[in-house]
């Protein structure tokens, strides 16, 4: 096989229920099926009792059997705090989550052994890795990934990590919206509004996009992260027990054989009853004759429809939040396995009034869309960028546990922003800069997202140091924090360690949060502001007052302590509006002083403004 090799690029769909992976050849996107010729491969990891594990569709076949060791939906808890997939998942994902003592990250334990939901994912990403490679006759070491358009910047870095793990290096991180659109080609010459509405096995996703001039922007996202395919096949499952029990007794115990069995059965009724009106089934539980099941396509639709409406309920929340209107969108794009259910056609259809397209696989769009990314990156095709936004603002700690924002909210990625800092203490040694995400005005509401120290600067009075803080988030929405201090260049720098992860529900609760406390933030955010002015009056004031060369009177002397002692108490109260007072007549007074003051330094030293970090 002499297809390119060395450079090439894969793009790869990490999926809550399947993964796969597809490539840009001589003639176009194509995916990379198994030796078997499948293409999906369940996202699935089995442990076996002697030490070894099966990844892919023997793992699945392994679920019901053996649940405490079968290891599915490991998407759920990338990036994730511990306390996080407890609430949300409850005890649905039937193996045992737990957190480590010195993480509060979630880790999967399968008898005495951690693992990490990166581990899990990269058993996972090694086998897509090696379909690939039996695929193309030849090694592959880079690839594009998807994820979807909520994860935010830890669950982003855990699945590179999931990458590195498994002998990959993931030359970017797409999402999966943008990447379906790219699949169908939405992006040349053409402006517009792409809704990509994703119903896969566990999850629905619905994402707004906007394109112009070949760039795309997630303008909303909606969707509920435990409605898909898996609540389709439990209510037909319901109906084949119900069955089974009007056979036997209905308190009797079905063996999870038998359950295995059943579930996997109602899954095929489910993909039948997407062809044809009725599918039937008989059931061998070793009875004196096996029992007969049959659903109609009619019974089905019934059964689904209240989870139905709730997608096309996202998909009003999603436009409104694009401000959007179903008419002016342009093209719908309909991605995920559970897609292929007539009537969920049919009710999208419905609701935007427009055909969507189906002319691709839904289950392997995500990945030809990665393919033609990846393809981008190894040089095949040049006429593409792809931007995203950042769904939170970055920024870090100033003194008083303020929250100095760098890079706002929906900002486009990749973004870059500097603000420079300075000392609140004298001869401070080493400055903590703590980084955090969020909306609100005081970084205890805010999320930490890592922190890190620049040492060994030598003693300066506080104030005089000059902190270059930079931001950089790359394409890929992984965040970079840099810190140089000019007069004695030390530089310290973080790439985000990942800390627990947000869902989009999560960070839309954030933003109604701050707009909700927006007044009684703004209130601190002064209080704090103030205390800070009125401790680097005092402070550049009893500096200038020493200096020898500083021709002051007794009296004036006197006034001016008597001044600073007064922002001293007003400082330690609550009284915004009488500190601010102070603040501002006392500033004026200085301003006379920094006028009679020798040197451009020492007014500078009066007239600082800088905001200054925590010692
Ligand atoms: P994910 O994105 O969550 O990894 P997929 O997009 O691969 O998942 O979708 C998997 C879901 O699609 C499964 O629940 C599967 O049963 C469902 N599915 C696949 N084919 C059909 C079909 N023909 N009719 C109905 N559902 C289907
Ligand atoms: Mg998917």
């Given at each position: 096989m002499s297809e390119k090799t060395g450079d090439v690029v894969i793009g790869i769909d990490?999926?809550?229920t399947n993964s796969l992976a597809a490539i840009v050849g001589k003639d176009g996107p194509r995916i990379l099926t198994r030796e078997d010729g499948a293409a999906l491969i369940p996202s699935v990891v089995s442990f076996l009792d002697d030490g070894g594990h099966l990844v892919g569709e023997e793992a699945r076949a392994r679920s019901v059997t053996h649940p405490r060791s079968t290891v599915h939906s490991v998407k759920r808890l990338m990036g994730q705090h511990l306390e996080e997939v407890r609430r949300r998942e409850g005890d649905r994902l039937g193996y045992e989550v737990v957190a480590t003592e010195d993480s509060e990250l979630a880790r999967v334990r399968i008898g005495d052994k951690l693992y990490t939901p990166q581990e899990i994912s990269a058993l996972v990403l090694r086998e897509v890795k090696r379909v690939a490679e039996q695929a193309l006759g030849h090694e592959v070491e880079q690839a594009v990934i998807t994820v979807p358009a909520y994860f935010d910047d830890s669950q982003r870095q855990a699945t590179r990590d999931a990458a590195r793990i498994a002998g990959l290096q993931a030359l970017r991180i797409v999402n999966e919206p943008t990447a379906a659109a790219l699949a169908y080609g939405l992006d040349t010459s053409r402006e517009g509004t792409v809704v990509v509405y994703d119903l896969g096995g566990g999850t629905f996703d619905v994402s707004v996009l906007k394109i112009t001039q070949g760039v795309y922007k997630v303008a909303a996202t909606a969707g509920d992260t435990h409605l898909g395919g898996d609540d389709f096949d439990h209510e037909i499952m319901d109906r084949i027990l119900h069955a089974v029990r009007d056979h036997v007794s209905a308190t009797a115990t079905i063996p999870v054989e038998a359950l295995q069995q059943i579930r996997l059965s109602a899954e095929g009724l489910k993909r039948q009853l997407s062809e044809r009106q009725d599918a039937h089934l008989e059931i061998d539980l070793g009875l004196d004759e096996p029992i007969a099941f049959r659903i109609t396509r009619q019974e089905f639709e019934a059964a689904v429809r209240p989870r139905l409406d709730e997608t096309l309920a996202c998909c009003r929340a999603a436009l409104k939040d694009a401000g959007v209107t179903p008419d002016q969108v342009d093209e719908v794009v309909l991605v995920g396995g559970?897609?292929?259910?007539p009537l969920v056609r049919a009710l999208v259809e419905e609701m935007f009034g427009r055909t969507p397209h189906t002319e691709l696989d839904p289950d392997r769009v995500v990945a030809l869309g990665a393919a033609i990314q990846a393809d981008v990156l190894s040089g095949g095709n040049k006429d593409l960028l792809l931007l995203d936004v950042i769904p939170l603002s970055l920024g870090i700690e100033t003194v008083g546990g303020a929250f100095a924002k760098l890079v706002t909210r929906n900002s486009t990625v990749p973004a870059r922003a500097t603000e420079m800092f300075s000392t609140s203490v004298d001869d401070q040694t080493s400055i903590e800069i703590n980084v955090f995400q969020g909306e609100r005005e005081l970084v205890r509401d805010c999320r930490p997202l890592g922190a890190f120290k620049l040492r060994g600067l030598p003693g300066m009075p506080a104030g005089l140091p000059r902190v270059e803080v930079t931001f950089l988030v790359d394409a890929d929405g992984v965040l970079t924090v840099k810190a140089r201090e000019q007069r004695s260049e030390l530089e310290a720098s973080i790439d985000v360690v990942p800390s627990h992860g947000l869902t989009r529900d999560e960070v839309k609760d954030i933003i109604r949060d701050s707009i909700k406390e927006a007044r009684s933030d703004f209130a601190a955010r002064e209080l704090i502001e103030l205390r800070n002015k009125a401790h680097n009056l005092a402070t550049g004031t009893r500096r200038v007052l020493a200096m020898p060369e500083m021709p002051f009177t007794d009296a004036q002397r006197k006034d001016i302590e008597d001044d600073l002692a007064r922002l001293d108490t007003l400082s330690k109260g609550e009284d915004v509006a009488a500190l601010r007072e102070a603040c501002d007549a006392f500033g004026d007074k200085t301003q006379a002083l920094a006028d009679q003051a020798i040197g451009e330094a020492i007014k500078a030293e009066l007239n600082r403004e800088q905001s200054r970090l925590p010692s």
């Open positions: 990490l999926g809550t559970s897609t292929r259910i």
